[in-house]
């Protein structure tokens, strides 16, 4: 047997022997992707291509730590409906003996291609990086080029912390950032281009730890990604190793990106300050793109790295994809709003209009569960704090809270009695907030709470008692006014 189908052999295997076992967990999601065993991180290869999007996944098959990552893949034509399809890429070859690590897909004159990192280890540990291609006729089945690597190792000046290959095509040129860590142990993002995907020419280092008023900012940038939304020039990018800054910056690596303009011939980007997409516990690495109703899709990593102890671990499996989301740019800030498809989801409305709410804490008739859309607006009155509880156990031991504090204007998630797994606070500030509205996307295990139209989004997984389903709505030192509350099943 070739290595390819010993690799895949095993990994089928291994899905086939947890069925049961991950399938039996209460944990697992009804409208998420997720692995079906073993690891699930970075989105990869995220694509539209004629008329079905595709995504990829690093995929580690045997257990529920980081490994040899092969390349999962989902295909759906609604963005809701996921099919999971054959593995598409195991780690078979010299150059990438360690994983088939993150990367991107492009159409290439309608030739669906990936670009992703071949990641080796020697015997002593050190690493190497190969920069790979694969295409597939069928959708299905993937080729690697027989000229991989197509870029050997990384240029003069770096380590070989050099991954995660974005591609776009632009005025006729394919552009590719990568990530990048100089030999100084600063994170880099850097520009190559290339006329057929496989000759590449460094254009130079567009941004970076200590470069642009960045002080300090990170040893290692992962999946940069780079895109153009209302005309300004985008990059996300998943800087390690930024200290917590107050309310920024408190998990153990930040995804957020800046808003500037590209030179594409000197590789200049003169960009803004950075900004987190995210302000909840688990959210990583997202990638864009671009479909072909002209919309700028994002999915990330409902994880993060280094943060292996979940709940879902027993049933050998961890991890899941956010739901996709619309970008957009207004008032110099990326909006992130779920996609309209979703809303074909939707089951047996419960709606309720205009309730009062002072000092106390009521629940709706009807208004409960675990895999749910709620969308709320609330009227401020003169209410110091309120919000709403979800996953509330009928003991009061467990709830999630979400709240807004009048004073300092900040939008809170508290996950310190929500069940087992990880625990915490996260916020953040709203600019505008006479009326605060939640659209809230819960899922058995994990929650993405998205505040006053996309202005800002928590992502996080918890793990309450499959019994704790009650939802609350509080108002202290005052009232407010539930102008508008409505529940679907989904
Ligand atoms: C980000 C990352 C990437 C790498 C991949 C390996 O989570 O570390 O930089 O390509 O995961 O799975």
Not at 185 to 213: F, M
Not at 298 to 320: D, F, Q, R
Not at 464 to 485: N, Q, R, T, Y
């Amino acid at each position: 047997m070739d290595k390819n189908n010993e690799l895949l052999t095993k990994a089928y295997k291994e899905i086939q022997k947890n069925k049961c076992l991950v399938e039996s967990d209460y944990y697992r999601l009804k409208y998420h992707i997720m692995p079906p065993v073993g690891l699930l991180n970075d989105p990869n290869g995220f694509i539209h291509f004629s008329g079905e999007y595709h995504v990829f996944y690093q995929f580690h098959p045997f257990n529920t730590s980081h490994g040899l990552k092969y390349w999962g893949h989902y295909k759906s034509n609604d963005l809701i409906n996921w099919e999971s399809m054959p593995i598409a890429l195991c780690p078979s070859n010299w150059y990438e003996s360690h994983g088939c690590y993150s990367g991107s897909a492009i159409n290439n004159d309608g030739v669906l291609t990936l670009m992703y990192t071949g990641n080796v280890k020697d015997d002593k540990g050190n690493r190497e990086t190969y920069q790979c291609i694969a295409t597939t006729e069928d959708g299905v089945n993937f080729k690697k080029n027989i000229y991989n690597p197509v870029i050997y190792n990384q240029p003069d000046g770096y380590t070989r912390h050099f991954r995660d290959p974005k591609v776009w095509k632009y005025k006729n040129m394919f552009y590719m950032v990568i990530g990048a860590q100089n030999i100084k142990e600063e994170g880099r993002v850097l520009l190559y281009k290339s006329n057929n995907l496989l000759n590449w020419k460094l254009v130079g280092e567009i941004a970076g730890s200590n470069i642009n008023r960045l002080n300090d900012f990170g040893y290692m940038w992962e999946c940069p990604d780079l895109f153009e939304l209302n005309g300004k020039d985008i990059l996300i990018v998943s800087p390690q190793g930024i200290k917590p800054d107050g309310d920024l910056y408190n998990n153990i690596y930040q995804s957020g990106y800046f808003i500037g303009e590209l030179n594409y011939k000197s590789g200049e980007y003169n960009h803004s300050e950075f900004i987190e997409l995210d302000r909840g516990f688990e959210f990583y690495a997202p990638q864009t793109t671009l479909d072909e109703k002209g919309r700028r899709l994002l999915i990330a990593w409902m994880g993060l790295p280094e943060e292996e102890e979940h709940p879902t671990v027993k049933h050998n499996w961890i991890h899941c994809m956010s739901l996709p989301r619309v970008l957009e740019l207004k008032n110099n800030k990326i909006y992130q709003r779920p996609v309209e498809e979703l809303k074909k989801l939707r089951k047996s409305e419960i709606s309720y209009k205009d309730v009062k709410i002072e000092n106390e804490e009521i629940e709706l008739d009807k208004i409960y569960g675990d895999v749910l859309e709620l969308l709320i607006e609330i009227k401020e009155e003169d209410a110091l704090e309120y919000g709403i509880k979800l996953r509330c156990s009928n003991d009061n031991r467990e709830e999630t809270i979400i709240s807004y504090n009048k004073i300092d204007k900040k939008i809170t998630l508290n996950r310190n009695k929500s069940g087992k797994g990880y625990k915490g606070i996260r916020r953040c500030r709203l600019e505008n907030s006479d009326i605060l509205k939640l659209n809230i996307f819960m899922d058995t295990s994990s929650l993405e709470i998205f505040i006053n139209n996309g202005e800002e989004v928590f992502s996080s997984r918890i793990y309450p008692d499959k019994e704790s389903l009650k939802i609350k709505f509080f108002a202290k030192e005052g009232s407010i006014k539930l102008k508008s509350v409505k529940k679907w099943d989904y």
